[in-house]
Structures are given as structure tokens and as C-alpha cells.
């Protein structure tokens, strides 16, 4: 099993930034993926950004330029800098820890972004 526990949430104007963290504990194996995604009430869940255990990492379109994930290994954590934040970006981000072999996933529980003035 692994834990994942998220921080970082909250309401920021338009424009503003906000850096959320994910900290995860139990079982880490690797080869590991770590990531964000997000979800809006009546949507299905999407993909933010992940990050591969030897460096690679991926963003979805609406957020490329904008977010920056980055991991610390040694800490097993993630991070996701988040600037120049619109209101399109308002939703719950989850924290998602996937076992490459196994394909097991875990999520966390979550943490609210609202972004408005």
C-alpha cells in the first residue's frame, strides 16, 4: 500500500500561483510514475502533469507553459508550481502514485483549487 498525502490547496486570484505538494509513504517501488490530475463536479477526472522516476515528464495542453511538476526522490514527493492560474483551473487535484510493473495506482484524497477575484 502507499500513502500519498496532498498540501498546498486553496483560493488565489487569477493570475496568482500556488504550489502544491504530495508526499507519499508505505510501499514505494519503483519504477514509478507520480502525477496530478484534476476533476469538476459532472467531469471525469484528467490528466495534469506527471513525472517518471528517471526524469521524463508530461503535461496536458491547457496547463504547458504554465505548471511545473517536479519530484524529489529522496523524499519520495512531487510538486506542482502552478502560475499565471485561471478560472478554468478551479477543480480538486489528486496526487497519483503508479507502479510501472504492476500497474497499481493509489490516489490521494484530494485538495480544492479555486481560483477567482
Known amino acids: 500500500q502507499v500513502q500519498l498525502v496532498e498540501s498546498g490547496g486553496g483560493l488565489v486570484q487569477p493570475g496568482g500561483s500556488l504550489r502544491l505538494s504530495c508526499a507519499a509513504s508505505?510501499?514505494?517501488?519503483?519504477?514509478?510514475?507520480m502525477g496530478w490530475y484534476r476533476q469538476v463536479p459532472g467531469k471525469q477526472r484528467e490528466l495534469v502533469a506527471t513525472?517518471?522516476?528517471?526524469?521524463?515528464?508530461n503535461y496536458a495542453d491547457s496547463v504547458k507553459g504554465r505548471f511545473t511538476i517536479s519530484r524529489d526522490n529522496a523524499r519520495n514527493t512531487v510538486y506542482l508550481q502552478m502560475n499565471s492560474l485561471k478560472p478554468e483551473d478551479t477543480a480538486v487535484y489528486y496526487c497519483n502514485f503508479r507502479a510501472v510493473v504492476s500497474n497499481r495506482e493509489y490516489w490521494g484524497q484530494g485538495t480544492q483549487i479555486t481560483v477567482s477575484s
Open positions: 513525472s517518471t522516476w528517471h526524469g521524463p515528464t
Open positions: 508505505g510501499r514505494i517501488v519503483s519504477p514509478n510514475v
